[in-house]
T-cell receptor, first 112, second 114 residues
């Protein structure tokens, strides 16, 4: 039972490059979330989805885009990476709004 | 505004000591949920507890216990007889509302020394 899987686990980018982070869950959850974790800041919501084909902005959405074409996958894209996007990114999913969220192991992203 | 405050940035204790991690929340919802997650040095987030705002009973799970007090908007976490393996960053969170996303505190780093 994999739960929530994030790909890749580590990545180093140069400023201006683009990339996509993949989150896959095998629990048939409706809700999926992308958070970023910065030192001393806790986790902050970037974007979220309440079902296949739907996405919405969270607290810190600028510079990111997302897509949820399939229920099990939630993609986070950086079109033009900036050093301020250096962070650890966590994906999470839940079956219902306000229920326990299951987290992936995180993606450590460095932008030089 | 929805907010979670963990005033203790870092705590250091010696093994076998009891330690309490404080969490104070702000919410305008009448029904809400509170959570605690653990983040060990390996980096993953480990779910510890989810508590409904209507359930004010304290909860105990092994060496872990939680004290929920609605009157003071607090949801404190106590580890009894701490162990080195308890060393981690602990996050308190509440659900932000209809979106279902979590509002996290900034975390408390607990170091348990042998």
């Amino acid at each position: 039972n994999a739960g929530v899987t994030q790909t890749p686990k580590f990545r180093v980018l140069k400023t201006g490059q683009s990339m996509t982070l993949l989150c896959a869950q095998d629990m048939n959850h409706e809700y999926m979330y992308w958070y970023r974790q910065d030192p001393g800041m806790g986790l902050r919501l970037i974007h979220y989805s309440v079902g296949e084909g739907t996405t919405a902005k969270g607290e810190v959405p600028d510079g990111y885009n997302v897509s949820r074409l399939k229920k099990q996958n939630f993609l986070l894209g950086l079109e033009s990476a900036a050093p301020s996007q250096t962070s650890v990114y966590f994906c999470a999913s839940s079956s219902l709004s306000r229920s326990r969220q299951h987290f992936g192991d995180g993606t450590r992203l460095s932008i030089l | 505004a929805q907010k979670v405050t963990q005033a203790q940035t870092e705590i250091s204790v010696v093994e076998k000591e009891d330690v309490t991690l404080d969490c104070v929340y702000e919410t305008r919802d009448t029904t809400y949920y509170l959570f605690w997650y653990k983040q060990p040095p390996s980096g993953e987030l480990v779910f510890l507890i989810r508590r409904n705002s209507f359930d004010e009973q304290n909860e105990i799970s092994g060496r872990y216990s939680w004290n929920f007090q609605k009157s003071t908007s607090s949801f404190n976490f106590t580890i009894t007889a701490s162990q080195v393996v308890d060393s981690a960053v602990y996050f308190c969170a509440n659900d932000g509302g209809s979106q279902g996303n979590l509002i996290f505190g900034k975390g408390t780093k607990l170091s348990v020394k042998p």
